[in-house]
């Protein structure tokens, strides 16, 4: 199987010579094309770092990210402004929609962005909406959706220019439950049936228990893996809840 993501030996360091905080200390993995990967750890473990560092939000201090061949840690601005746009897709707790804009107009934009034509655009959009049952609110604005519409209205964006890698930081996090769990399922379907490849970073073992495969940090390291495999949903949540209370978590999240 192909590797769409390769961390290798990265290490992130913030502060001067002083007062030195080593975020991420020599974190190494890989993700798959088709892979549903989530990411946790306890507040401060450096999960959300290792995501910025692999959105390009932020830059690693020494170790490579290799997205689909082009190692991102040596590419220049422009260059990584073009990567952005074709390769990565961005989910966001707090959704960042564009309040001025309407749904459509907010998952347009990042077509426009790369050039493509008016009646293709078009095209996309309300296949992506069809998909995700965000067509009757395509004419709304922000202010008139609710939480779990603006959030599938954010992943229409994300995924509407086929890109490599999706990256959710915390997409359930400002969610209800139901709300969170038709995302969820949303993604479930996402990955089995379209290939699209999830890397989520969550605190939330419910959420957690959505993907394939969990990789739990403390302390800036790799803590330890857990596969799903052939578990249900259900067995594999109590076993990310047995990690979590390893790593001094406090999820009292109940299926």
């Given at each position: ?58 830059n690693v201090t020494t170790g490579n990210i290799i997205i689909n061949d082009s190692d991102i840690t040596r590419l220049k601005s422009k260059a990584l402004d073009k990567f952005r746009q074709n390769e990565l897709g961005f989910i966001f707790q707090d959704f960042n929609l564009l309040d001025t804009l309407t749904a459509y107009e907010n998952i347009a ?147």
């Amino acid at each position: 199987m192909k590797s769409i993501l390769s961390v290798e030996k990265i290490e992130k360091y913030y502060g001067n010579k002083d007062n030195v905080t080593k975020a991420i200390d020599n974190i190494s993995f890989k993700v798959d094309k088709g892979e549903f990967v989530g990411i946790m750890g306890p507040s401060g473990s450096g999960k959300t770092t290792l995501l910025n560092c692999i959105s390009t939000i932020d830059n690693v201090t020494t170790g490579n990210i290799i997205i689909n061949d082009s190692d991102i840690t040596r590419l220049k601005s422009k260059a990584l402004d073009k990567f952005r746009q074709n390769e990565l897709g961005f989910i966001f707790q707090d959704f960042n929609l564009l309040d001025t804009l309407t749904a459509y107009e907010n998952i347009a934009l990042a077509l426009t962005i790369k050039g493509e034509k008016s009646s293709e655009i078009d095209e996309k959009i309300k296949a992506v909406a069809q998909y995700l049952e965000i067509g009757q609110v395509l004419n709304k604005y922000p202010y008139q959706m609710s939480g779990g519409q603006k959030q599938r209205v954010a992943s229409a964006r994300a995924i509407v220019t086929n890109p490599s890698l999706v990256l959710a930081d915390e997409p359930t996090g400002a969610l209800d439950s139901k709300s969170a769990r038709l995302l969820l399922e949303r993604f479930e379907d996402l990955n089995k049936n379209l290939k699209t490849t999830i890397l989520m970073v969550t605190h939330d073992s419910f959420t957690a228990s959505y993907a394939h495969r969990i990789l739990f940090i403390k302390d800036g390291r790799l803590f330890n893996e857990l596969i799903r495999g052939s578990d249900t949903r259900k067995e594999f949540f109590n076993k990310i809840i047995e990690v979590v209370t390893l790593l001094g978590g406090d999820d009292n999240n109940v299926f």
